[in-house]
């Protein structure tokens, strides 16, 4: 009787193997991405994305079905290749793949679950603060003196097209800010919303960074580079929870990528925008 009593105390409690389960299904569906996007290995990739969300479904079918919002995401924008591509129909792969990966889920969401995790509050009655502002002017800062070292010390520039002409300049210019801004609509607005449902603030944060990061290694920003993304994800995921402001996130990914746009052009044309005191 006793050495049954002692067994049942090492027994693990079931809310705890439930949040267990929870919490490896979504952890299955976002680090998938780091095959999809960041390893290039597919179909095998598909194998974590789809066992997530089913072990999802069968612990808490709440979160199994905004795991399916999110692997359906990411599944329309593993159907193209994310290298950098400025021809019109690089222009329109992007284009149509990345509108899709953003528009699929908020429609399912709205008429399939019927809910509303997934906003994009532009306006939010909440005047910026000195702390925002003088946020704003960090980030331009440490961008101006950080980005030419990296774009140019490792030589990712190179990954991104050559830039022959004013017209491939305005292109590479339209191409940053509108990849710039889905990354918003995408990883914050969508993949962090909707698995804030479930879980911290900090585990939601981890777990939407882990996908963002991973397209960002697609698209180009290799080498060391995660070492400046992965910062950058967990930052703007933070500044969302703390501002519920699109408009503010989207401000500071658009500064920073400004000083992007800037440092490639650098590289392809060291006789423009040298003004970088770090570029090597």
């Not at 990849?179 to 911290?200: K, N, P, Y």
Request: charge should be neutral; aromatic fraction near 12%.
């Amino acid at each position: 009787m006793d050495a049954g009593v002692a067994t049942s105390h090492h027994l693990v409690p079931p809310g705890r193997l439930i949040a267990a389960a929870r919490l490896a299904g979504a952890s299955l569906v976002c680090g998938s991405a780091v095959l999809l996007f960041g390893l290039h290995v597919r179909p095998l990739a598909y194998l974590p994305l789809v066992a997530g969300v089913l072990l999802a479904l069968s612990v808490d079918r709440r979160l199994g079905k905004d795991l399916v919002l999110i692997a359906v995401g990411m599944g329309v924008v593993s159907t193209i290749s994310l290298e950098a591509d400025l021809s019109d129909a690089g222009i329109a792969r992007f284009a149509v793949a990345l509108s899709a990966a953003v528009a699929v889920p908020f429609a399912l969401q709205r008429w399939w679950l019927r809910d509303d995790s997934i906003r994009f509050p532009w306006r939010v009655g909440r005047p910026w603060t000195r702390l925002h502002w003088t946020y704003l002017v960090v980030v331009v800062v440490a961008g101006y003196l950080v980005l030419p070292w990296y774009f140019l010390s490792s030589g990712v520039w190179t990954h991104w097209p050559a830039l022959d002409g004013g017209g491939e300049i305005a292109r590479l210019f339209v191409g940053v800010a509108a990849v710039g801004t889905w990354d918003e609509l995408f990883f914050i607005c969508t993949v962090f919303a909707l698995l804030r449902q479930h879980f911290s603030v900090t585990t939601a944060n981890l777990l939407q960074a882990t996908v963002f990061v991973s397209f960002l290694w697609e698209l180009g920003y290799r080498s060391w580079g995660p070492l400046l993304t992965v910062p950058f994800a967990l930052v703007q995921g933070l500044t969302f929870a703390r501002t519920a402001s699109l408009t503010y996130v989207l401000t500071v990914h658009l500064l920073f990528d400004a000083v992007v746009f800037a440092v490639l052009v650098h590289a392809h044309h060291p006789e423009l925008f040298d003004v970088f005191l770090t570029a090597p």
